[in-house]
Each structure stands twice: as C-alpha cells, then as structure tokens.
C-alpha cells in the first residue's frame, strides 16, 4: 500500500505564494513518476504538474505554466508544488498522486495511489 498525505494548503492572497508538500510512505516512492491534480467547487478535477520518478522531466499545466513548480526529494520521498503568483482560480482541493510508471502525464489515469487532498483558497 501506499499513503500519500499533503500538507501546506490554507488561504493566500493574489500574487503570493504557498507551498504545498505531499509525504508518501508504503511502497518504493523513488521508482515512480508523481503529480499534483485539483478540484475546485463544481468543477472536474484538472491535472496540474507531473514529475518524473529522477526529477528530470517535469510536466505543467498551461494555466500553471511559469507561475508553479513541481520537485521531488527521494530521499524524504516527498513531492512539492511551489505555487507563486496565485490566481483566484487557483482556489480548489489540491492532491498528489503516484503514477504507475517512472513518467506520466495529465491523464488521471495514468495515476493509482491519491492523497486525501488539501484545500487552497486564494483570495483577489
């Protein structure tokens, strides 16, 4: 099994920053591509960054492009999304997810392990 648990969501303001982190535990984290999705309210979930299991290819979202970064730390086996210049339309439940190969895109799935999510509410 797999756990993955995000952390660092809450309230920001237009043109700040957050940083969200998501801790896997379970089965082998280093071997896996991962990515971070989000679900605002009445919307469908959208992918928003992937990475590939060394950290070497990185994937966004275009509305996330140049604003949003997307690394990992193996050897904590947790995943980050460093968000700056938010945007209202940012505000939504933020989850990461493990893919089941070394890369992966924006296809959800193309995922099979989810966190919980962690909300993020960017007020203008």
């Known amino acids: 099994q797999v756990q993955l648990v995000e952390s660092g969501g809450g309230l920001g303001q237009a043109g700040g920053s957050l940083r969200l982190s998501c801790a896997a535990s379970g089965r082998i984290f280093n071997n896996y591509a991962m990515g971070w999705f989000r679900q605002a309210p009445g919307k469908e979930r959208e992918f928003v960054a992937a990475?590939?299991?060394?950290?070497?290819?990185?994937y966004y979202a275009d509305s996330v492009k140049g604003r949003f970064t997307i690394s990992r730390d193996n050897a904590k086996t947790t995943v980050y999304l460093q968000m700056n210049s938010l945007k209202p339309e940012d505000t939504g439940v933020y989850y990461c997810?493990?893919?089941?190969?070394?890369?992966?895109?924006?296809?959800?799935?193309?995922?099979?392990?989810w966190g919980q999510g962690t909300q993020v509410t960017v007020s203008s």
């Open positions: 997810a493990r893919a089941r190969a070394v890369v992966a895109g924006a296809l959800s799935s193309q995922y099979d392990y």
């Open positions: 990475i590939s299991w060394s950290g070497g290819i990185t």
